[in-house]
């Protein structure tokens, strides 16, 4: 694939981020539906979930591919605490759990006020050890996903774990279905992407919020949309850009909310995560395939 056709180049400050050598590399296919990728730097490896096939698996650099876990209750979202150990958004089992380093699994949250969650889905940690986490519909909709079954919660909601406690609160309510979630890189506002308009006629948007003492968000405002698809997933990069799953790949968002450019994928990327050595390498997760692509920035994520 040619540099014109790889990349779209809306703005200039885009050329700065992309290696024009770089090449889309297809890592693995044969999922259902892959999302949630996280990198294990220690590990060397990534770890991704097959959704409708129930399973977790495990790719190396040296091409390898391999199942990490089966079944696994409909797994969708992950990412790793400041301890380096794996959180996951299970449909299945409409739960948040962490998975300790013997292997144990620990339920973090299942409920709210007395009723079951919906499906979570993303989450993320912040460095005070709080969990966020967003809760749609999506793995109660249908088996295929997950187990059918009517929503308990009268609303789509983004929640927060406090690390100290493991107090549940609801920290925004007013998503249509709230989706992928990243903190910018100094952790002072979180971005959250509704997914709604997958079921209805609304905007494909991320919103940002300002974090208020590290325990609530504020000023909530219009950042960005997505222009082909909707936006699941997304990481920021060392300097604060963010880096999109939509329907044609991946878009790039400046600070600023300005569309530098395009990341052409040829199915529809659900979610993303910066990994390698040098945090430099971008791995897609895009229907039934994984991809990679080298850039000239890094991820900001941690550990």
Known sequence: MSEDALYEIRDDRFRSLIAGSARLEELYSGCRWAEGPVWFSDLDCLIWSDIPNERMMRWVPDGSVSVFRSPSNYVNGNTRDRQGRLVSCEHGGRRVTRTEFDGRITVLAD???????????????RSDGSIWFTDPSYGIMSDYEGHKAEPEQETRNVYRIDAATGEIEAVATDFIQPNGLAFSPDEKQLYIADSGSANHEVPSHIRVFDVVD??????SRYFCSIDNGNPDGFRFDVDGNLWSSAADGVHCFAPDGT??????????????VFGGPKKNRLFMTATQSVYSIYTTTNGAQYP
Do not use: A
């Open 111 to 125: 409920s709210y006020k007395g009723k079951r969650l919906n499906s979570p889905n993303d989450v993320v940690v």
């Open 214 to 219: 590290g325990r609530t968000l504020k000023n």
């Open 259 to 272: 569309l530098l450019g395009k990341i052409r994928v040829p199915q529809t990327v659900s979610n993303i």
